[in-house]
């Protein structure tokens, strides 16, 4: 196992952080796309001389009633890995599981790349830069934090939100901080970062 662990160490360095392209305009949220996540993880497999097998297991799929009362499919998959080093032979299986729901035939394929995404986030440790447990914007809502941020910031100018703070930030202060620390910082976190 010495000589996949060195690789694996290299691919985790490589991968270490996926920016957000994808873009949820009905909830708007951004989120880092599986084609962003999956070509950055090949590219450094490939280079590193690891090579994957991908076994998908369909674990359920059953029909749900979404709130406007539609029957939609709702399918969960679990995805084993088995990444190989390809010069000396050692083998590690690493597993994902995800859910997709869709009303016609999609909802297995949605399941599968979810399973096959966050399989690949948590076993390599990548960042988004946010953590889908701090819900902050569920609190925020909940505490009036988020309202009093949101009328002091200037409403043209706020494309984001400090992902240590919650404020609103800009666009320019998004890509310096993406660029410096690898997620969105306001001005006032990004000088905390710095002590």
């Known amino acids: 196992m010495k000589n996949i662990a060195a690789k694996l160490v290299c691919i985790m360095a490589e991968c270490a952080y996926v920016q957000k392209s994808g873009n949820n305009d009905f909830h708007r949220y951004k989120y880092a796309t599986a084609a962003d996540v999956l070509e950055k993880v090949n590219t450094s497999l490939v280079k590193n001389r690891v090579a994957v097998i991908s076994v998908p297991e369909l674990l359920e799929l059953r029909d749900v009633t979404n709130l406007k009362g539609n029957t939609e499919h709702l399918a969960t998959i679990r995805t084993t890995l088995t990444l190989i080093d390809c010069e000396s032979g050692e083998s590690v299986s ?78 320019g202060v998004l890509k310096v901080s993406v660029s410096k620390y690898k997620r969105p910082l306001c001005m006032q976190c990004q000088r905390k970062n710095v002590a």
Do not use: F
């Not at 909940?142 to 666009?171: F, L, M, R, W, Y």
């Open 94 to 171: 690493v597993v994902g599981i995800g859910s997709g729901q869709d009303v016609g035939d999609k909802a297995v394929m949605k399941a599968a790349t979810a399973s096959l995404k966050y399989a690949w986030m948590m076993t390599l440790n990548i960042s988004t830069g946010d953590d889908p447990e701090a819900d902050a914007g569920v609190d925020e809502r909940n505490s009036g934090t988020h309202e009093e941020k949101v009328k002091q910031a200037q409403p043209e100018k706020a494309n984001e939100i400090c992902n240590d703070c919650g404020a609103p930030i800009s666009a």
